[in-house]
């Protein structure tokens, strides 16, 4: 848990590495559709660390029925 924000940026800013590499090879690629799928890698890695899964696990549990 130390290393919490620090791992997480390094995914975000390698995550934007490989777009860019990305739309150099294939220029086609709009930046419109480049920007969502940063947006969705960035809900990956905010809901795949440890307060975003204790987030789910509580809605998870609000949710169930018994």
């Not at 995914?11 to 799928?37: M, Q, T």
């Amino acid at each position: 848990m130390k290393l919490f924000p620090f791992v997480h940026l390094f995914a975000l800013a390698a995550g934007v590495v490989l777009l860019l590499f990305v739309k150099r090879k294939f220029p086609k690629v709009r930046n419109s559709e480049l920007i969502i799928i940063y947006i969705l890698f960035f809900i990956l890695v905010a809901v795949f660390s440890e307060p975003g899964l204790d987030l789910l696990k509580r809605f998870i549990n609000f949710i169930q029925v018994d």
